[in-house]
C-alpha cells in the first residue's frame, strides 16, 4: 500500500507462495526463488523472519528456512532495483532502520532493517514517553483481542493496516514505511536522471 501511495499510477505486484486472499493488489502466487524478475521498476523481498526474530525465542529455530542470502542472490543478478527487509538481527549489508515511532505512528515500536541496491536513509526512534504501546506481534487465536484490552481493529487502525487478518498483521510493514522507501526511490531516480 505505501507504495502505491509513493506511485499512484504503478502496478503494484505481489509475489508469496502462500495464497494471500486480502492483498489489495495484484497477486501472483509463486516462489519468489523462481519467479521471474524482468519487468519491473523495483522489487522489495521481506523474506520469512522468524528464523531471527526475537519473538520466536521459545520455539524451535531449526524448522525456519534461511532464505535472506539466496534473495540476495537472485536480486543481485538482476539489474533491477531492489530493497530487502527483515527484522533487527537478520544477516542484511549495509542496512538502515526504519521505526513507527520516527514517522509519527506513536503507537508503534517495530523496527524493520532495509537494504537497498540504491542510497537511502533510515528513520530513527522517536518513542519520547509514550506508554500506550501496541504489540503485534506473533500468531494468536481468540475473539478479537490481540492483547491486554486491546482489539484487533485497534492494531488494525495503529498499523494504518484495515485489511489484513491477525496473523497477516503480525507479520506486516507499516505502508508507512514503504511510502517512506517509495519518496527515497523517488529521488533516487530523480537524482540519477
Given at each position: 500500500?505505501?507504495?502505491h501511495r509513493a506511485?499512484?499510477?504503478?502496478?503494484?505486484?505481489?509475489?508469496?507462495?502462500n495464497p494471500q486472499?486480502?492483498?489489495?493488489?495484484?497477486?501472483?502466487?509463486?516462489?519468489?526463488?523462481?519467479?521471474?524478475?524482468?519487468?519491473?521498476?523495483?522489487?522489495?523481498?521481506?523474506?520469512?523472519?522468524?528464523?531471527?526474530?526475537?519473538?520466536?525465542?521459545?520455539?524451535?529455530?531449526?524448522?525456519?528456512?534461511?532464505?535472506?542470502?539466496?534473495?540476495?542472490?537472485?536480486?543481485?543478478?538482476?539489474?533491477?532495483?531492489?530493497?530487502?527487509?527483515?527484522?533487527?538481527?537478520?544477516?542484511?549489508?549495509?542496512?538502515?532502520?526504519?521505526?513507527?515511532?520516527?514517522?509519527?505512528?506513536?503507537?508503534?515500536?517495530?523496527?524493520?532493517?532495509?537494504?537497498?541496491?540504491?542510497?537511502?536513509?533510515?528513520?530513527?526512534?522517536?518513542?519520547?514517553?509514550?506508554?500506550?504501546?501496541?504489540?503485534?506481534?506473533?500468531?494468536?487465536?481468540?475473539?478479537?483481542?490481540?492483547?491486554p484490552g486491546y482489539?484487533?481493529?485497534?492494531?488494525?487502525?495503529?498499523?494504518?493496516?484495515?485489511?489484513?487478518?491477525?496473523?497477516?498483521?503480525?507479520?506486516?510493514?507499516?505502508?508507512?514505511?514503504?511510502?517512506?522507501?517509495?519518496?527515497?526511490?523517488?529521488?533516487?531516480?530523480?537524482?540519477?536522471?
Amino acid at each position: 500500500m505505501g507504495y502505491h501511495r509513493a506511485f499512484p499510477d504503478a502496478v503494484i505486484v505481489g509475489v508469496d507462495i502462500n495464497p494471500q486472499p486480502r492483498y489489495p493488489f495484484t497477486f501472483i502466487q509463486g516462489d519468489a526463488l523462481t519467479f521471474p524478475l524482468d519487468g519491473f521498476d523495483l522489487i522489495h523481498a521481506s523474506p520469512p523472519c522468524q528464523l531471527y526474530s526475537i519473538s520466536t525465542v521459545m520455539h524451535d529455530k531449526s524448522k525456519y528456512l534461511d532464505l535472506v542470502g539466496p534473495i540476495r542472490e537472485r536480486l543481485q543478478g538482476s539489474d533491477t532495483p531492489y530493497v530487502i527487509e527483515n527484522v533487527p538481527g537478520a544477516p542484511l549489508i549495509n542496512w538502515v532502520q526504519i521505526c513507527g515511532s520516527g514517522l509519527g505512528m506513536t503507537r508503534i515500536r517495530r523496527h524493520r532493517l532495509f537494504e537497498a541496491n540504491f542510497p537511502m536513509m533510515g528513520v530513527p526512534c522517536s518513542h519520547g514517553q509514550n506508554h500506550d504501546i501496541l504489540s503485534v506481534v506473533g500468531h494468536s487465536e481468540g475473539s478479537g483481542k490481540t492483547g491486554p484490552g486491546y482489539l484487533m481493529a485497534d492494531k488494525q487502525l495503529a498499523m494504518g493496516i484495515d485489511w489484513m487478518n491477525r496473523d497477516e498483521l503480525s507479520e506486516a510493514i507499516p505502508p508507512a514505511y514503504t511510502e517512506y522507501i517509495g519518496g527515497q526511490f523517488a529521488a533516487h531516480l530523480k537524482a540519477a536522471a
